[in-house]
């Protein structure tokens, strides 16, 4: 791919990765739209750790007490953070037996731009309902194991391309009555384990493939951390003034896009 090809396509992953808006909808609209050729398994590499580099520095004090915190639980001290840490375990879990039992039906019959503008449109008007009848009750420190297991569930269905990871899993901490910060901070804390597990299962694929062009590979690494390290932070800022309807509207409308794309194509 041209470098400005693969630029954009590292700063919309680095946009799309944490907003509620799917990033594979946004991923597939370049190649639809313009014919671009794939990016390559060592880009697709490149661009999840510096997503996942941008998280984890953005929540590096959060993620070492938490780390601290589960480490001192092993030996039967509990404290909030330690049950948060569990939580995030406990949550990874369904994602982690989902992604091993239904990879390759996802890889090969779910990457559709219809199954794409079908998720981006159920997911976002799931969304929009869920806060606009909020009730906002609990913090972060205040999550359950009933809330994590049906996050943890919300997020295996977020393998389900167009779905939106971020979306789903706060989609669902909004309907437990989280806060819409809470909600999103636990969102973003989950997505570490996620992004690092998706990485690792790649970067083994990637061992099996030419070597690839390691200047957009790094190019792509940087533009995607940066970017999503700045939208994790405008996010977080912004949530509580303009809530979760702008992004509702816009998935609606890529949503239709998508679907008249698809239409145009033929299919």
């Known amino acids: 791919m041209e470098f400005l090809h693969l630029f954009i396509l590292a ?10 808006i799917s990033s594979s909808a946004h991923l597939i609209l370049p190649s639809q739209l313009l014919g671009w050729p794939d990016q390559g398994l060592a880009f697709d590499v490149g661009v999840h750790v510096g997503t996942l580099l941008a998280v984890m520095f953005y929540f590096r004090y959060d993620l070492i007490q ?18 948060l840490a569990w939580w995030i375990i406990l949550a990874t879990l369904p994602a982690v037996v989902a992604g091993f039992t239904f990879n390759h039906l996802i890889e090969t019959e779910l990457r559709s731009i219809l199954v794409i503008a079908a998720t981006t449109l159920i997911f976002g008007a799931l969304l929009g309902w869920a806060d606009w009848f909020r009730k906002e009750q609990r913090q972060m420190e205040q999550i359950t194991f009933k809330d994590a297991c049906i996050i943890g569930f919300a997020q295996a269905i977020a393998l389900i391309p ?5 979306g789903i899993t706060i989609t669902a901490g909004l309907l437990m009555g989280l806060k819409r910060q809470a909600a999103a901070r636990f969102s973003f804390l989950l997505s570490v384990p996620v992004i ?7 970067t083994v694929d990637l061992i099996q493939t030419p070597e690839p062009h390691w200047a ?9 951390g ?3 390290y700045a939208c994790i932070h405008l996010f977080l ?6 809530g979760m ?9 890529l949503g239709a896009v998508l679907l008249l794309v698809w239409l145009g194509s033929g299919a």
Request: charged share 15%.
């Open 11 to 20: 700063l919309l992953q680095g946009l799309t990765e944490f907003l509620p």
């Open 66 to 83: 938490l780390l601290q915190a589960w480490l001192v639980s092993l030996t039967g001290r509990a404290s909030a953070e330690s049950r």
């Open 162 to 166: 167009g779905t939106s990871r971020s």
């Open 196 to 202: 690092m597990g998706a990485g690792l299962l790649k």
């Open 216 to 224: 957009g590979v790094m190019m792509g690494t940087v533009v995607a």
């Open 226 to 228: 940066l970017s999503a």
């Open 237 to 242: 800022s912004w949530l509580d003034r303009i």
């Open 245 to 253: 309807q702008p992004f509702v509207i816009y998935r609606l409308l």
